[in-house]
């Protein structure tokens, strides 16, 4: 058999330009050299790589080449005469474009050599004859569509240098005084506008690292609004006159913020990021003390080595929130759960939100721009084995990871273009005893309305709508709910009592999340009255909202960068079973549907509400599976639930074969139908004849086929 002939390789054509025998300098190129420049098209890169051969002998006889063609384009006659003085054929040449008119006064050679060095070779110009009447002549009277196609290269640059700059602006101070402005004109002004806007932003720039620091000595080192800050100062500076002034209110920041005084810009998004970075200094100077010691603390390992400054923020984190946990509940019989640890008590709470604080934008310190979440729980973990610290229900592990997930809630709303704009519903039933402060109570709304508030304090444009939503006959936790005083200036709480025995939390939080559509809220959520989920986790839901195409998005319990809702060993055989049959049977594409945490966009809500019927524990399903019918994704973000497990201990009592048969009826309803394509899990429980019977029953390993050897 004949081997099939190779093809033969592909022949590539370079630029004459990019031509070796451009670049290399070999005697015996020359006089290939020397013939190109006699005969070639003569573009500009072409003439510029020619000029560029430095041997003299080559040189001289390219130079003599190129000088002898009477065809050359005007760009390239002026890169021919900005690097050959001696060229004079060349500048007769050029002079005669400049004056058309050769007896006009000023037409001479030095000005064509001028005019050409400043296009190509601004540094050799003569300054001393810049400022001569000679110069003044010529300039005046030469013609301005030869001079703007001869300076195009260096009016089109983005930046000028020094002598670029000096010879535009000699050039162009002498023929403002000639009559109207010409093309050139107007270019040269634009171009000499771009240079010195290019300088004075560099200058700004130059002082980013500085301005920070200065304003984090007034924010506790809390950086992350000084920085928005100084960017969309930066971005705001389009012209001249506005870096000028950008960099003007850079150096003044530091001092107006210590003063209580604004820095002076009129930029609608500069004010709303400066307003951000005077509501971090007042939050600085209310947090509880602390953390510079805890900082000082965490500077080496146990073995004396340099913790990495965003490892470090990390470790103080831990040991604060530890040394706390000692401190206040190291003598308890029965240790608080993370709710009551890190929620309901202030104390706690406060320590919770300084370490967020610090996570969320310190100047080098904070890891979240380092690491995701999935990582930094990781470390958390880690850190805490290595320790080996006995800390009752591993409180601070729960606490640190809690914070991790706040201190990135808040610099997501902190990041955002626009100010977030929040409708949250609480749904409750005969819960009086979470509104009470006493012993055994939650406080919650207390509780909900101080997360919510630390989040938004250092987004002074954002607001919030609560709405406590009472379906119970009685009325009593509606009562409780509006007997608490609160006051805040931008969480407003609403308490509406709805008696509906038809409903089961679905009705209440449809009819919530629909008043606050209608009142103009355009991100939308509902959470339960209990403390497992921190609101101050709620910007991780909204900046996954913000994604194109997003409609929903579900606080899950079960991503990989989760914490704190599962024992150990994962979810129950139920549960597993339930999520899977729930995804197949309505083809969703989620790993917690029925979270307590949700978010929602107003625009998709609109949509979907009119499907959603359910009001069973199940209506969580319909409302996800009303979203995507409507057109629109459903996202998950991973959260940090304050909840302890106890064997034994259960929460909301929950028939899962009566959802699932609820999560059926809503697949037919919206056009779902799982008899028409693939849904083992859901065969398999019908088969069994319940959940509970399927996850009863004894895994099954896998059967061994035996290979076919004949």
Known sequence: MTAAARPAPARVFLPLAESPLLHRRDAEDADLAVHLAATADLEP????????????????????????????????????????????????????????????????????RTVAALAHQPASVDDTYLTSERFRVSAAAADPAVLGELLAPLLDAGTLTGPAETGLVALLDVRASRGPAARVDLAGADALDRARWHRVRGGLLARREQTIRDLGQHTGGLTLAAELWFDALTTAADTPAQADQALAAAANAAGALAAGEDPGCAWPAVRSYWRQVTATARTTRAQPDGWEQAWQAAETTDDGAQWDDTQRALVAGYDLLADHVRTTWGGADIPPTPDQCWAADPTGRALLHLVADHLTGHHTHSPLPHYDDRLLIAFVHGLAKNRRDIIPADLHISGLIAAIKAARSKAALLARPGPADLG???????????????????????????????????????????????????????????????????????????????????????????????????????????????????????????????????????????????????????????????????????????????????????????????????????????????????????????????????????????????????????????????????????????????????????????????
Request: with cysteine.
């Open 424 to 710: 949250i519903v609480v749904a409750m039933r005969a819960e009086t005893h979470r509104l009470t402060g006493s012993r055994n109570g939650d406080d919650a709304l207390t509780v909900k309305i101080d997360q919510l508030g630390w989040l938004l304090a250092a987004c002074p444009d954002a607001s919030a709508d609560l709405l406590l939503v009472d379906e119970s006959n009685d009325g009593t936790s509606a009562h409780a709910a509006n007997a608490i005083q609160v006051d805040h200036p931008r969480i407003r709480v609403t308490i509406a009592a709805r008696p509906d025995d038809t409903s089961a939390k679905g009705g209440a939080v449809r009819w919530g999340l629909a008043e606050l559509a209608g009142s103009g809220r355009t991100a939308l959520a509902y959470t339960d009255l209990d403390l497992t989920y921190p609101l101050e986790q709620i910007g991780l839901h909204v900046a996954a909202l913000d994604q194109p195409g997003v409609g929903a998005v579900i606080g899950s319990r079960r991503r990989p960068d989760s914490h704190g809702y599962y024992p150990p060993a994962g979810p129950t055989p139920t549960t597993v079973l339930y999520q899977r049959a729930v995804r197949e049977i309505l083809q969703l594409d989620a790993t917690d549907p029925q979270a307590g945490f949700k978010a929602f966009r107003a625009v998709a809500l609109r949509t979907a509400l009119p499907l959603v019927t359910d009001q069973s524990l199940a209506f969580d399903t319909d409302l996800l599976a009303a979203v995507a019918r409507s057109g629109h994704t459903v996202a998950e973000v991973g959260v940090a639930t304050l909840h302890h497990y106890v064997e034994g201990r259960v929460g909301t009592p929950r028939d899962y074969d009566a959802m699932l048969h609820a999560v059926h009826r809503q697949a037919l309803r919206h056009g779902l139908d799982p008899d028409t394509r693939r849904t083992p899990t859901w065969d398999r429980i019908r088969h069994a004849g319940s959940l509970a019977a399927l996850a009863a029953e004894p895994p099954t390993a896998p059967a061994l086929v035996p290979l076919n050897r004949g």
């Open 45 to 112: 890169a072409t003439v510029r790589a020619l000029l560029s051969i430095t041997a003299k002998p080559i040189a001289d006889r390219v130079a003599r080449a190129l000088e002898e063609r009477t065809d050359l384009p005007l760009h390239s006659l002026a890169l021919l005469v900005a690097h050959r003085a001696d060229a004079k054929r060349a500048t007769g040449t050029l002079r005669a474009r400049l004056f058309p008119d050769g007896a006009a006064p000023g037409a001479c050679h030095t000005f064509a």
